[in-house]
Nanobody
Framework: QVQLVESGGGLVQAGASLRLSCAAS????????MGWFRQAPGKEREFVAA???????????DYADSVKGRFLISRDNAKNTVYLQMNSLKPEDTAVYYC??????????????????WGQGTQVTVST
């Protein structure tokens, strides 16, 4: 069992930066590929980014264009933590951001269908 706790969300103005953190419990953090999803009001949850067990492979999926160059996912296995650095935030980035662990260390491209654990989410609100 792995518990995921997100933090770092908040209310910021457009153009600002935020760094989200997701702390995982347990001693097997490096056994999981990790990722971030988001859910805007009235919309379905969507994939943002994921990376493999050691952070050497990163995937931004179909939403690469919307976050490319602005969002950066990383992890620190010594701290059992995955991060999402978000720069040049836009109002359309407003959403609840969720951390997720995939079922395997290399399932970063399959995390959408192979999600093992979810965090509770952290709210990010970007004002104009």
């Amino acid at each position: 069992q792995v518990q995921l706790v997100e933090s770092g969300g908040g209310l910021v103005q457009a153009g600002a930066s935020l760094r989200l953190s997701c702390a995982a419990s347990g001693r097997t953090f490096s056994s999981y590929a990790m990722g971030w999803f988001r859910q805007a009001p009235g919309k379905e949850r969507e994939f943002v980014a994921a990376l493999n067990w050691n952070g050497g492979s990163v995937y931004y999926g179909d939403y690469a264009d919307s976050v490319k160059g602005r969002f950066l996912i990383s992890r620190d296995n010594a701290k059992n933590t995955v991060y999402l650095q978000m720069n040049s935030l836009k109002p359309e980035d407003t959403a609840v951001y969720y951390c997720a662990a995939a079922r395997g260390p290399s399932y970063y491209k399959r995390i959408t269908t192979e999600t093992a654990y979810w965090g509770q989410g952290t709210q990010v609100t970007v004002s104009t």
